[in-house]
């Protein structure tokens, strides 16, 4: 089973991993979170990074997901990806709540389906609500 990172602004990533164990009482285990501090850089970040990528990598591999692409969160990902020993990690940009409680839901299935799974939650997360004319209740 892949464990779970998430790499974001701080406090995104805690509040999100918080979410996800309201969400889903049995959160498991292989599932961290590091903020990212405003005046953080990514070598200094790394080392953290790497501590939690051994944590929750137990079967060797694991899914990063970051909130932006370019930022430092997402810059710390590729450097861990880059200098770890772990033998799969898959990044994903752009991480929400949808996304992060699909990849929850799904962890057991093999990576790249879980990487799978978490675009597609977090694509199909994001929609417009159109209020019903007659009664102002949201409508899918």
Do not use: F
């Amino acid at each position: 089973m892949p464990g779970i990172l998430i790499i974001a602004h701080a406090p995104l990533a805690s509040a999100l991993r918080d979410c996800a164990a309201h969400v889903y009482a049995s959160c498991p285990n292989y599932l961290e979170a590091i903020d990212v501090p405003a005046d953080a850089s990514p070598g200094a970040m790394l080392g953290q990074a790497k501590e939690a990528l051994e944590r929750v990598a137990r079967d060797g591999s694991a899914l990063v997901l970051v909130d932006t692409a370019g930022a430092t969160p997402c810059n710390v990902a590729q450097r861990l990806a880059d200098t770890t020993s772990t033998s799969a990690v898959r990044i994903v940009c752009g991480v929400n709540l949808p996304m992060l409680l699909r990849t929850v839901c799904y962890q057991k299935e093999p990576l790249d389906a879980l990487v799978t799974r978490a675009v597609d939650g977090g694509q199909h997360g994001i929609t417009e609500l159109h209020p019903d004319e007659a009664s102002g209740a949201p409508r899918w």
